[in-house]
């Protein structure tokens, strides 16, 4: 299914699991992956975006990556020095930014943040992260320390269950597979998976949607946002986010949160265009 290298890049804070399509292609993306996922998100799509340097990641937690000592929390803003860790290990001083969910989340906040090193943003099923009220901090807080990660691992008789787990999350069948080659792993119990139990904590603290706010505003380039029939529902204030991204095209496929994976030649065309 795959025709990418695998290559290892400086994370933040660790080594970067990372597939590569076509590299020296004429133009440089950097893809992000959405929550629970990894580079294998992109299987499908890579493939049609022809003439593209195109690295997928697996973000810290993920995949192949490195995990955060036990007891660190994941958020998004301490995902944006990965990202930028990356692209200078692979020596791009501006480049693409594709994100997926979680992925596009931290894309938006990644271009906010450094503006003049992103050449175009392509965010799919997502426009930042999730925000909180300011009023909710104490119970997030509360809700997050109460929560204790399990080293105790769920086990799989066999690699094929393990998938039939993931269609669980609505994928396809095929969209699930491409997510399992990097999410397991099998000991003499059977499968399981290993991404960072701390990935799945609720987060300790979140942004305020006026910040949230504050970084799209900073954006400076181009930006296209996908969206699914059936994908995640963009409740308010979330929906008024595209007011304040100042270049945005926003277009509608038809298909589920992993459209991408799912059914890739729905969402290339656009890219392709965008591009």
Not at 76 to 100: K, N
Request: aromatic share 8%.
């Amino acid at each position: 299914m795959t025709d990418a290298d695998e290559i290892t890049l400086q994370g933040y804070g660790g080594h970067l699991a990372a597939k590569r399509w076509r590299a020296g292609g004429k133009r440089q993306i950097l893809a992000l992956h959405g929550w629970l996922d990894n580079a294998g998100t992109y299987d499908g799509l890579a493939p049609l975006l022809e003439e593209t340097d195109l690295v997928c990641l697996d973000l810290p937690g993920h995949g192949l990556s490195y995990h955060r000592p036990r007891g660190i929390p994941y958020h998004f803003i301490d995902w944006v020095p990965d990202v930028f860790s990356a692209a200078d290990s692979l020596g791009w001083d501006r480049f693409v930014l594709m994100g997926h969910s979680m992925g596009a989340g931290i894309a938006a906040l990644a271009a906010g943040t450094f503006p003049e090193r992103v050449e175009k943003l392509i965010l799919i099923e997502g426009i930042g992260p999730y925000a909180s009220p300011d009023g909710e901090a104490p119970v997030l807080l509360k809700k997050a320390l109460l929560y204790k990660p399990s080293d105790r691992k769920q086990y799989y008789a066999s690699k094929e269950v393990a998938v039939q787990r993931l269609c669980m999350r609505d994928l396809e069948q095929h969209s699930a597979r491409a997510l399992a080659e990097r999410a397991l792993a099998e000991d003499e119990n059977g499968w399981y998976f290993h991404y960072a139990p701390e990935a799945r904590a609720p987060s300790r603290q979140r942004l305020a949607e006026t910040q949230v706010r504050a970084f799209l505003q900073q954006i400076a380039c181009p930006t296209l946002l996908i969206q699914a029939t059936q994908g995640l529902d963009i409740p308010e204030p979330y929906s008024a986010r595209e007011n304040f991204v100042a270049d945005l095209t926003k277009v509608e496929v038809e298909g589920r949160h992993h459209v991408h994976l799912d059914h890739p030649e729905r969402v290339a065309l656009s890219i392709k265009r965008f591009l």
